[in-house]
C-alpha cells in the first residue's frame, strides 16, 4: 500500500525481509547496501541488537527520481525474526509494498522456516495486505553451509506456489542482489499498474533495476 503524496510529488513504497530467527536477513541488508548506486541510497540503520540479534528492525533507505519529477523513496526493512517479536513484525510488515521471505536452508531449520512462513501470511491478513497479490520472493539463504536441504528439494517443494524462488549465500552476497531484483521487478510492475511510472513518469523497469548492480550468477 504505497502512499503517494501528489503534492511533494514523492512515492514511497515499502520493502520488507521477513524469515525465521537467523536466517540471514540482517545479513541480507547489508550486503545490499554495498550493491546500490551510491548517489541513490542512504545509509543503514539497525535499530537495537542484542548478540546480533534484531530486536526492532533494520532500515535501509533509498531513492530514485523519474525524469518527470517524481521522486520514489523506498524503505527497506527487516523484521525481528524472534519468535516472541510478534507484534513487531506485525508493524514492520504493515502497508508493506513487497517481501523477500528469508528461508534457512539448514536441514534443522525447516520447521522454523515453515512456522515463519506461516506466520507471515497470518500478518499479512491481520494487517490487512492481500496476500495473494502481495510480491513475494522466497529466497532458500545459507547456501554455503554442509547440512542442507538439497536444491532439487528445495524447488520440488515450492514449484507449486506462484512465488520466485532463489538460492543465497548473503554472508558471501552470493544471490542477494538477483533476489532483491526480482521483488524490484514485480513492485515495478504493480506500482506501474497503479501510477503509470512508464506512461507517465518516464521511468522504464530497466531504469529502476539499475539501482542494484547486477551480479554474475554461476549457480
Ligand atoms: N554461513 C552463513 N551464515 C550466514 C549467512 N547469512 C547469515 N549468516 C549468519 O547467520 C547469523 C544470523 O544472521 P542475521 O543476518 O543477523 O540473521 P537475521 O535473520 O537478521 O536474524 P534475526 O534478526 O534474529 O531475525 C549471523 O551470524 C550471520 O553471519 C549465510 O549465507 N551463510
Ligand atoms: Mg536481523
Same mark, same amino acid.
Given at each position: /500500500?504505497?502512499?503517494?503524496? @501528489?503534492?511533494?510529488?514523492?512515492?514511497?513504497? #515499502?520493502? !520488507?525481509?521477513?524469515?525465521?530467527?537467523?536466517?540471514? #536477513?540482517? @545479513?541480507?541488508? /547489508?550486503? %545490499?547496501?554495498?550493491? %546500490?548506486?551510491? &548517489? %541513490?541510497?542512504? $545509509?543503514?540503520?539497525?535499530?537495537?541488537?542484542? =548478540?546480533? *540479534?534484531?530486536?526492532?528492525?533494520?532500515?535501509?533507505?533509498?531513492?530514485?527520481?523519474?525524469?518527470?519529477?517524481? %521522486?520514489? #523513496?523506498?524503505?527497506?526493512? @527487516?523484521?525481528?525474526?524472534?519468535?516472541?517479536?510478534? $507484534?513487531?513484525?506485525?508493524? !514492520?510488515?504493515?502497508?508493506? &509494498?513487497?517481501?523477500?521471505?528469508?528461508?534457512?536452508?539448514?536441514?534443522?531449520?525447516?520447521? =522454523?522456516?515453515?512456522?515463519?512462513? &506461516?506466520?507471515?501470511?497470518?500478518?499479512?491478513? *491481520? !494487517?490487512?495486505?492481500?496476500? $495473494?497479490?502481495?510480491?513475494?520472493?522466497?529466497?532458500?539463504? #545459507?547456501?554455503?553451509?554442509?547440512?542442507?536441504?538439497?536444491?532439487?528439494?528445495?524447488?520440488?517443494?515450492?514449484?507449486?506456489?506462484?512465488?520466485?524462488?532463489?538460492?543465497? $549465500?548473503?554472508?558471501?552476497?552470493?544471490?542477494?542482489?538477483?533476489?532483491?531484483?526480482?521483488?524490484?521487478?514485480? !513492485?515495478?510492475?504493480?506500482?506501474?499498474?497503479?501510477?503509470?511510472?512508464?506512461?507517465?513518469?518516464?521511468?522504464?523497469?530497466?531504469?529502476?533495476?539499475?539501482?542494484?548492480?547486477?551480479?554474475?550468477? &554461476?549457480?
Amino acid at each position: /500500500m504505497a502512499e503517494y503524496d @501528489t503534492e511533494a510529488g514523492r512515492l514511497l513504497l #515499502k520493502l !520488507v525481509y521477513y524469515g525465521p530467527a537467523q536466517s540471514g #536477513k540482517t @545479513t541480507n541488508l /547489508m550486503r %545490499l547496501h554495498d550493491l %546500490l548506486r551510491p &548517489d %541513490l541510497k542512504g $545509509s543503514i540503520m539497525t535499530l537495537e541488537t542484542q =548478540n546480533d *540479534r534484531t530486536l526492532f528492525f533494520d532500515l535501509l533507505p533509498f531513492g530514485i527520481h523519474c525524469p518527470s519529477g517524481l %521522486l520514489i #523513496k523506498f524503505k527497506l526493512f @527487516t523484521v525481528p525474526g524472534q519468535v516472541a517479536h510478534d $507484534s513487531t513484525r506485525k508493524a !514492520v510488515l504493515s502497508r508493506a &509494498d513487497g517481501v523477500v521471505f528469508v528461508a534457512d536452508s539448514q536441514l534443522n531449520q525447516q520447521v =522454523n522456516n515453515g512456522e515463519s512462513f &506461516d506466520n507471515l501470511a497470518e500478518n499479512a491478513g *491481520r !494487517v490487512g495486505l492481500d496476500f $495473494s497479490r502481495l510480491p513475494l520472493v522466497v529466497q532458500f539463504n #545459507k547456501r554455503d553451509l554442509p547440512h542442507i536441504v538439497p536444491e532439487a528439494e528445495v524447488r520440488a517443494r515450492w514449484s507449486a506456489t506462484p512465488w520466485p524462488l532463489t538460492l543465497a $549465500s548473503a554472508l558471501t552476497g552470493l544471490g542477494v542482489a538477483h533476489t532483491f531484483r526480482l521483488l524490484l521487478g514485480a !513492485v515495478y510492475d504493480r506500482a506501474d499498474g497503479d501510477y503509470q511510472l512508464a506512461a507517465q513518469h518516464g521511468l522504464s523497469r530497466a531504469a529502476l533495476l539499475a539501482a542494484v548492480a547486477e551480479e554474475n550468477l &554461476d549457480e
